[in-house]
């Protein structure tokens, strides 16, 4: 049923501008940038889609983060297709769709081998949101970690940004009106390679962005916080926040963040939280180096150590600090 649905939207090409039903949570037109001195802020997973989250944090989200990271699913896009919870969700999104999976090899996408899979993705994506809001593309996202099929290792570099070159044509082709986005994890792990060197230079990519959790190191208090920021990572690379959004700056990039949170099994610590407000706030923009977007990660499961909002809170007082300072 779900590939049936898939091949209808290939071949009619759903173009349906669907107008904000005014639930709360939900935001009306085009908000793709946030206005000067301000970022998008967000969230994704529980209760975010119906509002819930929004209303116990006490205004809207303005983005919307979402995962479709498999081969199948980068295709199929089930959770924004016509009845799904994103359907109707006209504001922006942040969308991982993975790049390639086991037994696929970086060196064959640099031949073109998913060119047809990554050709389909992008025309679904085009036909599912339109010209609503802004649709920011995490390809290949924490492609310097170790945990999905499409990491990076060393020697598998200049694959890496010749695959990475050939998605960035395909999805100026297909759907310009997207972003690309080049989203690492804070720190390399097992990589064997400064993630810097995978990085496929500034025309390739339309935003930098980092997913950033309260762990190796966790941050406790507010001078944790301070000497956190300019961490690097075993190959010297940016770890640290400010390391990453001083790349941004560099390449002449906005920086996002696209998956952030406290973790319940280090502990709750307030301090994170406000260290991420007081960080979001002073560096926001759309500019080099400044915060485009952030998106809390809310999302159940993983024993739940990384939620704010839902049954269960392991952080109540990281939440308490979440909903005084959003």
């Not at 400044?290 to 909002?309: A, H, S, T």
């Amino acid at each position: 049923m779900a590939a049936a649905l898939a091949a209808l939207l290939l071949v009619i090409g759903v173009a349906v501008i669907r107008q904000s039903d005014g639930e709360p949570g939900r935001t009306t037109g085009d908000s793709g940038a946030a206005p000067a001195g301000q970022w998008l802020s967000g969230a994704a997973g529980t209760g975010v889609s119906s509002g819930e989250f929004g209303e116990w944090r006490g205004r809207p989200v303005d983005i919307v983060g979402q995962w479709s990271d498999t081969n199948e699913a980068m295709v199929h896009l089930w959770d924004m297709a016509p009845g799904s919870q994103w359907w109707d969700w006209d504001g922006p999104i942040d969308t991982a769709i993975g790049a390639i999976g086991p037994d696929e090899t970086w060196a064959q996408a640099a031949a073109g081998a998913y060119d047809t899979r990554w050709r389909q993705s992008l025309t679904n994506l085009r036909n599912l949101r339109g010209d609503r809001g802004t649709l920011y593309i995490r390809f290949a996202h924490e492609m310097n970690g170790n945990w999905y099929p499409w990491s990076v290792d060393a020697g598998e570099a200049e694959d890496f940004q010749s695959a990475w070159k050939r998605f960035r044509a395909l999805q100026q082709e297909i759907y310009p009106e997207s972003k690309l986005v080049f989203s690492l994890n804070r720190e390399s792990v097992d990589s064997g390679i400064d993630w810097r060197e995978t990085f496929p230079g500034a025309e390739y990519v339309d935003v930098m962005s980092v997913d950033y959790y309260n762990q190796f190191p966790y941050v406790g208090t507010a001078q944790d916080w301070v000497e956190s920021l300019d961490d690097v990572d075993a190959y010297g690379a940016p770890k640290g926040l400010e390391g990453h959004r001083q790349f941004a700056e560099s390449v002449g990039l906005p920086l996002a963040v696209s998956e952030w949170s406290g973790n319940a099994d280090w502990g709750d610590s307030p301090a994170f939280i406000e260290g991420m407000h007081d960080f979001f706030s002073t560096h926001a923009g759309d500019g080099p180096g400044e915060i485009l977007y952030e998106i809390l990660f809310n999302v159940d499961g993983y024993d739940r150590r990384f939620y704010m909002y839902g049954d269960g809170v392991r952080m109540p007082e990281s939440a308490e600090a979440y909903r005084n300072l959003w």
